[in-house]
């Protein structure tokens, strides 16, 4: 039996115009783009706005997937490829960062990891440029004129004429995945694992709902209530991610010491345990700031955030 919709049927979709959404996503994308090819792929802060323009604009392209002609796919598929590029040099730098932070990083394993993250660090910047220049060369926003020439908006008002409320219909997916996350938070008692699993719930219901509410002061503190809490998992998961792969270095190093001469297997050791003691220290602090979230998000604030996006949902648009 079909579930029916909490959100009235609007013949209308009022002041959204999801073409111009779709092109100042994509404007976004390459201004941004262009921003950190300039500076060489070394700026964290233009890597970083970047990547949130990649998100954003695939984030464009999977809400209206009903309504794009064939072939788009192979455009989202190249924005993400180019987004997990950004995401995996963001991740050296985040590391370095934590253990420059940490209260071990004076040691010498440490040390030479963080002079191995320098190295791998160069070595993901010649990954990016090779994955945007064909990417910003292609002509993106030429192929996103085609797509709104070739029947998008005569697709859309059959959609909404239709009675369907293509834009509910399109969100309500996931306000229902991300109530269902929370409700397995409460249930798992805030594990840094399915708090992840939330993390992500909760950003692809952001980046839906900046489509999909009016613009106006409702829209900005329900974006601004979702930020605030991917900002605080965030932090969560880059210590847990943290965590594990210093705990799998010392697992590698321990596994090695077998093959290495006597004299060497001490240092091999003490680096093995300089890792652990990282990784706990990393354990820790993802613990305890797990410990804080759910002190400011009890079952109650989840329930009353999925029912204020529902609200806002519904409300006709003027």
Same mark, same amino acid.
């Given at each position: 039996?079909?579930?029916?919709?909490?959100?009235?049927?609007? /013949?209308?979709?009022?002041?959204?115009?999801?073409?111009?959404?779709?092109?100042?996503?994509?404007?976004?994308?390459?201004?941004?783009?262009?921003? =950190?090819?300039?500076?060489?792929?070394?700026? @964290?802060?233009? $890597?970083?706005?970047?990547?949130?323009?990649?998100?954003?604009? $695939?984030?464009?392209?999977?809400?209206?997937?009903?309504?794009?002609?064939?072939?788009?796919?192979?455009?989202?598929?190249?924005?993400?490829?180019?987004?997990?590029?950004?995401?995996?040099?963001?991740?050296?730098?985040?590391? #370095? =960062?934590?253990?420059?932070?940490?209260?071990?990083?004076?040691?010498?394993?440490?040390?030479?990891?963080?002079?191995?993250?320098?190295?791998?660090?160069? #070595?993901? *910047?010649?990954?990016?440029?090779?994955?945007?220049?064909?990417?910003?060369?292609?002509?993106?926003?030429?192929?996103?004129?085609?797509?709104?020439?070739?029947?998008? *908006?005569?697709?859309?008002?059959? &959609?909404?004429?239709?009675?369907?409320?293509?834009?509910? @219909?399109?969100?309500?997916?996931?306000?229902?995945?991300?109530?269902?996350? @929370?409700?397995?938070?409460? *249930?798992?008692?805030?594990?840094?694992?399915?708090?992840?699993?939330? &993390?992500? @719930?909760?950003?692809?219901? &952001?980046?839906?709902?900046?489509?999909?509410? /009016?613009? #106006?002061?409702?829209?900005?503190?329900?974006?601004?209530?979702?930020?605030?809490?991917?900002?605080?998992?965030?932090?969560i998961h880059d210590h847990a991610v943290a965590a594990e792969y210093l705990a799998a270095l010392a697992r590698d190093e321990r596994g090695r010491i077998g093959t290495f001469e006597a004299r060497f297997r001490a240092g091999s050791e003490r680096h093995a345990g300089?890792?652990?003691?990282?990784?706990?220290?990393?354990?820790? $602090?993802?613990?305890?700031?797990?410990?804080?979230?759910?002190? #400011?998000?009890?079952?109650? &604030?989840?329930?009353? =955030?999925?029912?204020?996006?529902?609200?806002?949902?519904?409300?006709?648009?003027?």
């Open positions: 039996m079909t579930k029916e919709s909490p959100f009235p049927r609007q /013949p209308n979709p009022g002041n959204l115009n999801l073409g111009a959404i779709l092109a100042r996503r994509a404007g976004e994308f390459l201004r941004t783009s262009a921003t =950190m090819m300039r500076g060489g792929v070394d700026d @964290a802060e233009a $890597v970083h706005d970047t990547r949130v323009a990649a998100r954003r604009l $695939v984030a464009a392209l999977e809400f209206l997937e009903p309504i794009l002609p064939a072939g788009h796919g192979k455009l989202a598929r190249k924005v993400r490829r180019s987004r997990r590029a950004l995401g995996q040099f963001r991740d050296l730098d985040i590391l #370095g =960062m934590l253990l420059q932070k940490s209260p071990c990083s004076g040691g010498e394993a440490i040390n030479l990891l963080r002079e191995r993250i320098r190295t791998s660090r160069i #070595g993901r *910047q010649r990954e990016i440029r090779e994955s945007f220049s064909p990417l910003l060369g292609s002509g993106l926003i030429e192929k996103l004129r085609r797509i709104q020439r070739d029947g998008f *908006q005569e697709r859309l008002a059959q &959609r909404i004429g239709s009675g369907e409320g293509f834009v509910p @219909a399109r969100t309500l997916p996931m306000v229902e995945r991300f109530r269902r996350i @929370a409700v397995e938070v409460v *249930q798992q008692d805030y594990t840094t694992a399915i708090l992840h699993q939330l &993390r992500i @719930a909760g950003k692809r219901l &952001r980046y839906g709902l900046e489509i999909a509410l /009016p613009d #106006g002061d409702e829209k900005a503190a329900v974006l601004g209530a979702f930020a605030a809490m991917q900002e605080t998992l965030g932090e300089e890792y652990d003691a990282a990784a706990a220290e990393m354990t820790r $602090v993802a613990r305890a700031q797990a410990v804080g979230f759910r002190g #400011g998000w009890p079952a109650e &604030r989840f329930a009353r =955030m999925s029912e204020w996006v529902i609200t806002a949902l519904s409300r006709p648009r003027g």
